[in-house]
């Protein structure tokens, strides 16, 4: 069973950074994608980045380009996502996705994804 344990949100001045993690366990994640998702309140859940874990291919959501980069770590079996520039806007809960994918496609729907962590929360105060 594939575990996703999310961390690294928190209160944060607009214009400022965090940087969340995501550890998997459970498998051996060589042929995962890897994604990560916010939801506001209100609103439904939308695609930030994701990562390909063997490639390292990524892929990123038009208003993440620029500000958000995605990385894993293979030995500590983590990903991360490092937000930058951050805006009042990028308020939600953020959420890691995991999805076995042999195809290694670039995966930016959440129905797409089968393994989700409880998420965790970012607050950008303007």
């Known amino acids: 069973q594939v575990q996703l344990v999310e961390s690294g949100g928190g209160l944060v001045q607009a214009g400022g950074s965090l940087r969340l993690s995501c550890a998997a366990s459970?498998?051996?994640?060589?042929?995962?994608?890897m994604g990560w998702f916010r939801q506001a309140p209100g609103k439904e859940r939308d695609f930030r980045a994701s990562?390909?874990?063997?490639?390292?291919?990524?892929t990123y959501a038009d208003s993440a380009k620029g500000r958000f980069t995605i990385s894993r770590d293979s030995a500590k079996n983590t990903v991360y996502l490092q937000m930058n520039s951050l805006k009042p806007e990028d308020t939600a809960v953020y959420y890691c996705?995991?999805?076995?994918?042999?195809?290694?496609?670039?995966?930016?729907?959440?129905?797409?994804?089968?393994?989700w962590g409880q998420g965790t929360q970012v607050t950008v105060s303007s």
């Open positions: 996705a995991a999805v076995r994918d042999p195809s290694q496609l670039r995966r930016t729907r959440a129905d797409e994804y089968d393994y």
């Open positions: 990562i390909t874990w063997s490639g390292g291919r990524t």
């Open positions: 459970g498998r051996t994640f060589d042929i995962y994608t």
